[in-house]
């Protein structure tokens, strides 16, 4: 088994790239040990001690090193954790899969649509999976529509985009002008 790397717009995150599926519908993200619990591999990523988080895609692993964490040293180890977990058919979730799994929600991720912005909602909702996700996911994040509210829409990035230096640019210049362009009610975009 090969495991390919690509390096993302975050210079502290590298996207790994199994050949298989690794999630089969949806993503994860790890920000802590403590998170970690749910998954044997990001818990395994997380006791190298290098790693402050783990991103599940459908077909990619995002990991994160901590801030002086030089990658040349970090790689071959994370590697090493990644072909053990496919080589040995290992479960990602503990349990075998993620149903029983519960994300608590943020307490800020309820932005109150209002009911008449449907139609505005679901434009914005297919403009993100159609447009945004597929390239956000291929540098190694995801983006999460958590609301609109007078003209705003609030986002949050996961992954390698989270926390990543280009990521309010991303969120400014490219999404904010996709979204104004074919939502004209749409006035701004926030991250969440």
């Known amino acids: 088994m090969f495991i390919e790397t ?7 995150t590298l996207k790994f790239l199994p050949g298989r599926q690794v999630m089969t519908g949806g993503t994860r993200e790890f920000t802590s040990p403590e998170d970690a619990g749910a998954s044997p591999l990001a818990e395994a990523l997380f ?7 783990v991103f599940f895609g459908q077909e990619f692993i995002s990991v994160t090193a901590a801030p002086g964490v030089e990658w040349p040293g970090l790689k071959p180890q994370v590697v090493s954790i990644l072909l053990d977990h496919f080589v ?3 479960p990602l979730f503990v ?13 800020d991720e309820d932005f109150g649509d209002d009911p008449a912005d ?8 297919d403009l993100i999976e159609t447009r945004v996700r597929p390239a956000v996911a291929n540098d190694g994040g995801d983006i999460i529509y958590r609301g609109y509210r007078e003209g705003v829409v609030y986002l949050a990035m996961q992954g390698a985009c989270s926390g990543c230096p280009s ?11 996709l979204l104004k362009h074919y939502v004209p009610e749409v006035s701004e975009v926030r991250a969440a």
């Open 95 to 107: 349990g075998g899969d993620a149903s029983g799994i519960a994300v608590p929600a943020d307490a």
């Open 118 to 125: 449907a139609d505005i909602v679901a434009q914005i909702k």
């Open 88 to 90: 040995s058919e290992a």
């Open 167 to 177: 990521s309010t640019a991303t969120l400014k210049h490219g999404i904010e002008s």
């Open 47 to 53: 006791d190298l001690g290098d790693v402050t988080g």
């Open 6 to 12: 690509e390096t993302t717009p975050n210079p502290a």
